[in-house]
């Protein structure tokens, strides 16, 4: 079964950047990977996918132009590049998979990790 393990969390000033990664059990050929994150007292979001091959990538609009997305699948792990981070980024940030191409339905999803802390705070 495909596990999913995220790092690279940790307290940043706000403007500061992170680099987050999604290390996989095996490979990731067949899957894409969707970054989500959730704030305190707030919803599930997608922030970014990208497809098994890479060649399709999702951002959410509020993230769009700072957060760049890039999967490596010969070493079976997809990064998020977080630059001009801001309060609002805080959450913790999780990675999934579905299969093949990125999908808007959440429930679609599976073999999440455990999640990543994102603090961003002057």
């Known amino acids: 079964q495909l596990h999913l393990v995220e790092s690279g969390g940790g307290v940043v000033q706000p403007g500061g950047s992170l680099k987050l990664s999604c290390t996989a059990s095996e490979p990731l050929n067949s899957y894409a990977i969707a970054w989500f994150r959730q704030a305190p007292g707030k919803e599930y979001e997608v922030i970014s996918c990208?497809?098994?091959?890479?060649?399709?990538?999702y951002y959410l609009d509020t993230v769009k132009d700072r957060f760049t997305i890039t999967r490596d699948n010969a070493k079976d792990s997809v990064s998020l590049q977080m630059n001009s981070l801001k309060p609002e980024d805080n959450a913790v940030y999780y990675c999934a998979a579905t299969l093949y191409l990125c999908r808007p339905e959440m429930h679609k999803y599976y073999n999440w990790g455990q999640g990543t802390q994102v603090t961003v705070s002057a």
């Open positions: 990208v497809s098994n091959i890479g060649e399709a990538t």
